[in-house]
């Protein structure tokens, strides 16, 4: 009778064990896992928002020609932008003294021109404190992608652009219609609007690479507008592509943020939208 009930238990605490060990570890590791992975995206989304907070604030500094936001309108709302973001205070000031004092430690405004897949053209503008790494780096990127140096810079022009915000309300159309005529007194040669949320529109102005900082300060006078959302040197195509095939365009676009992610780049431009 002994021998079986032993042969009868036996079985039975086997399978109990087994019951409840597995599941439970693997409950843990897809637990860690999708921990692990969430972090990850995390930290790829505050790298991309950090390194595009510190490019805004290096060309705002370049083209506003003062590290000073009191001087600067558009170094003052890029630095805004970066608070608003969430990007550290010691980032932005990091930033901040990289674009003041680039120009006394030797650092070089890099511009290359590029022709990219589909005969897109392409303006790359790098800031580097070692030319030859930066060639080098860029070069390898070029070829990994199907780009190459080329003379491209004929078809880009140089302009002013600067994006206002205006805030909701009955007489939105009324205050536009006063922002333009503010703009075209300041050299504005064209815009487009887009409604967004809340009911804001936005206004982006087209000038003379000359006179942006002339527009720039007309349009951040009081009462002008809700906010300044940028103000920058632009290399905007003079004929646009228009159309690309899903597989050059998917090429054009791993080479735009191959290049992009580099640490010297600052801005890159296309003669056609990715």
């Not at 309108?73 to 630095?79: C, P, Q, S, V």
């Not at 087209?206 to 809700?226: D, E, F, N, R, W």
């Amino acid at each position: 009778m002994t021998s079986l009930l032993r042969q009868l238990y036996r079985p039975f605490t086997l399978q109990a064990r087994g019951f409840h060990h597995t599941p439970r570890q693997l409950a843990g590791h897809n637990k860690w896992s999708k921990i692990k992975q969430k972090k990850g995206v995390n930290d790829i989304q505050k790298g991309a928002l950090y390194s595009r907070a510190y490019r805004e604030i290096v060309l705002a500094v370049r083209n506003g020609g003062s590290p000073d936001p009191e001087q600067n309108k558009a170094l003052a709302a890029a630095l805004r932008r970066a608070k608003d973001s969430g990007v550290p205070k010691d980032n932005i000031e990091n930033a901040l003294k990289k674009a003041a004092g680039g120009k006394d430690k030797g650092d070089a405004h890099l511009v290359f021109e590029v022709m990219g897949p589909g005969s897109v053209g392409m303006i790359v503008e790098c800031l580097s404190d070692n030319p030859n790494r930066t060639v080098k780096f860029l070069s390898t990127i070029l070829k990994d992608n199907g780009g190459r140096m080329a003379d491209v810079k004929f078809l880009f022009k140089r302009e002013g652009r600067v994006k206002v915000a205006l805030d909701a309300g009955d007489d939105i159309d009324a205050r536009l219609e006063k922002l333009v005529e503010v703009a075209l007194d300041a050299d504005a040669e064209d815009f487009e609007t887009e409604d967004i949320e809340d009911g804001r529109r936005t206004v982006e102005f087209k000038c003379p690479q000359a006179s942006l900082h002339k527009l720039t300060s007309a349009l951040s006078g009081p009462g002008v507008c809700g906010e300044l959302l940028e103000s920058q040197l632009v290399y905007a195509p003079t004929e646009p592509v228009e159309e690309l095939d899903d597989e050059t365009g998917e090429n054009l676009g791993k080479l735009v943020e191959a290049i992009e992610d580099a640490d010297d780049t600052l801005k890159v431009w296309t003669t056609a939208d990715v």
